[in-house]
């Protein structure tokens, strides 16, 4: 018993100093975003700010266009999050009721896929972008998060799924109905919770993501927030340290607010399926 509570104790302990580590870049992040220059400067740094400010988001603002960066992360997230969506659901239903080769070699490369490094892909999609010329747009990013969040939405799909009882379907079908229409008016509506997970998942992918929009993206009025922030490192490798740390703790509440909304669903979508009825 003393060491089954021993157990469980150092369990909790080690849990705490995990989130501790996960959380501290967080923290320090929003403490350096409200101190004034005199306090990011200072040899004895502080967890609270003795001085908070505004003015660190003020002049971020000012130097460099963080809602126009905004607004083309977001047109680049929910687009790929609709698409890759409206691409998964399918798919996934194919790769969950049917054993063929189709569903082993989909299965396969899902799980091929997610091994490749960014450097392997970003030649030949930078040549296929190029052949389309969609360089230097948001469309062409667009089809990139598409392409790299396909694989792992179709898992998670794939798993809820396999969790809807295909009685539904049989039953669906002796009354007349057809694949296509089963799966608009039989299944859809219950995949509606992992289908809202798998959109939340792949936005906040392509929201956080920057080698590609790096590559991608040349001129300042298409970049993403990611790339943008980059402008606050000067050509010697010095960072404008206040101003960043303001846009990065604004760039990074939409991701951590989906995320919070998203985490409960993203770990249904593994499970599901994992237990037969």
Do not use: C
Not at 78 to 93: E, F, H, N
Not at 103 to 123: D, R
Not at 141 to 155: D, E, G, H, I, T
């Amino acid at each position: 018993m003393r060491t089954s509570t021993a157990a469980r104790a150092g369990q909790y302990v080690a849990l705490l100093a995990y989130l501790v580590f996960l959380a501290f870049p967080f923290l320090w992040l929003i403490s350096t975003a409200f101190k004034p220059p005199r306090e990011l400067g200072s040899l004895h740094p502080t967890w609270i700010p003795e001085h908070p400010t505004l003015d660190n988001f003020r002049q971020a603002f000012d130097e460099q266009p963080l809602l126009h960066a905004a607004l083309n992360s977001l047109l680049a997230a929910v687009g790929a999050a609709v698409i890759a969506v409206l691409i998964a659901t399918p798919t996934a239903y194919v790769m969950a009721r049917y054993r063929g080769r189709f569903a082993k070699a989909a299965t396969g490369w899902v799980v091929v896929s997610q091994a490749f490094p960014f450097v392997l892909l970003i030649i030949p999609l930078f040549l296929v972008l190029k052949n389309l010329r969609l360089i230097n747009s948001v469309p062409g990013l667009v089809m990139v998060y598409v392409v790299w969040s396909l694989p792992f939405a179709l898992w998670m799909l794939a798993g809820y799924v396999r969790a809807v009882p295909a009685e539904l379907e049989e039953a669906a079908a002796v009354d007349g109905a057809g694949r296509l229409r089963i799966l608009v008016s039989v299944t859809a509506p219950l995949l509606a919770p992992g289908i809202v997970a798998t959109a939340l998942f792949a936005f906040v992918t392509a929201w956080n993501e920057f080698f590609f929009a790096l590559v991608l993206l040349k001129t300042p009025e298409k970049q993403t927030l990611p790339v943008i922030l980059t402008h606050f490192i000067g050509a010697e490798g010095v960072a404008d340290l206040g101003p960043l740390a303001a846009a990065a703790f604004l760039a990074t509440l939409p991701s951590l607010l989906v995320f919070a909304l998203i985490q409960r669903r993203i770990t249904g979508g593994m499970l599901a399926g994992a237990v037969k009825s």
